[in-house]
């Protein structure tokens, strides 16, 4: 499904691209898949796993060497988003994800030299787990409908509101929440600020019971009277919409590349089931209605990942893909799903069990046509720059 060499499936990948595909899928192999299973029970992946991946380079390979990074291009970014999908833990995957790329790069884009200095090499250690917290309730793909504010105060600002669905919600270290800061009615006036774990009138409400990433701990965010210093602000006072917005594009590019490596995986876990497994005589692979249908599979993710990892170049070349990043959100999270319906159905009994792989690969699919932008916002996207 997904081929050995890197460079040639996609030219424009290089050595380098290469060493951190072997690098990631040996951590995962050797550090991943003996664990995952607990953390699926416990609810979260332990921050040694975290530290352990800070130390090889993975959790800061697009940032400045001179905060720990390894300054590589957006490409690498996929590389790695991919390899996590294949783990087949979708919570493993998007708890590093959130971190590395959904997260930090607020501070990294937006963060004073003071705050980087403090923050980024704590976070490309690993030694601080970062979430980033918009998604309210009421407020998930709109963020104008936001209702977390934030006023200026004596000494800072004062922080109530909100916020829901947070991944690393429970373990997370550092912040980075949307509030807004302008005036009734004016919903683009957001601005983003630095929360750290432990601030008078910041508390993890509750963690959240999902149906799948079972290893990533999502929970409830609440700010009551959440008093923060004037140095607290992230960025610009009322920027935050457009940084929100322009973190989305990189957001939804990994998260097509982590769809990406889950349905491929799914497809060779079910080619390995159906070519044993017997039925009326032959094995499943024998049926003709079967093997056509994993067929048709292979060649639309092999479609969908050529997108994914040719929006990848452009972007990295510094052109604009919002378009491009918006069809693969929307393609790929409905693609992943449509896979993993049909490698369950192949498994038959067994692809119901919760000892199989199947099972949790299709539980942890569903979310990706709804987080991050659901498939019908980004269709909208898509839309109204085709006329």
Known sequence: ???????????????????????????????????????????????????????????????????????????STVVLAEELGRSSYGGFAITVLVHTDMASPHLFHA????????LMPELIAGRKIAAVAMTEADAGSDLQGMRTTARRGADGWVLNGSKMFITNGVHGDVYFVAAKTGDAGRGREISMFIVEKGTPGFRVERPLKKQGWLSSD??????????????????????GFYALVKNLQNERLVLGAQCMGEAARAIELTLEWVTQRRA??????????????LAWRAAQVAAARSLVYTTA???????????????????AGTLVNEVMYDCLQFHGGMGFIRETAIERMARDARVQAIGGGATEVMLEEVAKRMV
């Open 313 to 331: 170049w452009r972007y990295a070349m510094g052109q604009q893909v919002v378009s491009e990043v918006s069809m693969i959100k929307a393609l």
């Open 218 to 239: 999502t929970a409830e965010l609440v700010f009551e009277n959440c008093v923060l210093p004037a140095n607290a602000l992230l960025g610009e006072e009322h920027k």
């Open 111 to 118: 963060g004073s030299p003071e705050q980087q200095q403090r």
């Open 1 to 75: 499904m997904i081929t050995d060499s890197l460079t040639a499936a996609f030219p424009f990948l290089t050595a380098e691209h290469e060493m951190l595909c072997d690098t990631v899928r040996r951590f995962v192999r050797e550090r991943v898949l003996p664990h995952a299973d607990a953390w699926e029970e416990t609810g979260f992946v332990p921050r040694e796993a975290l530290r352990e991946m800070g130390e090889l380079g993975l959790l800061g390979i697009r940032y400045p060497q001179e905060f720990g990074g390894s300054a590589l291009d957006a490409l």
């Open 280 to 293: 009326f005589g032959a094995t499943l692979w024998d049926k003709q209605a079967i093997r056509q249908r």
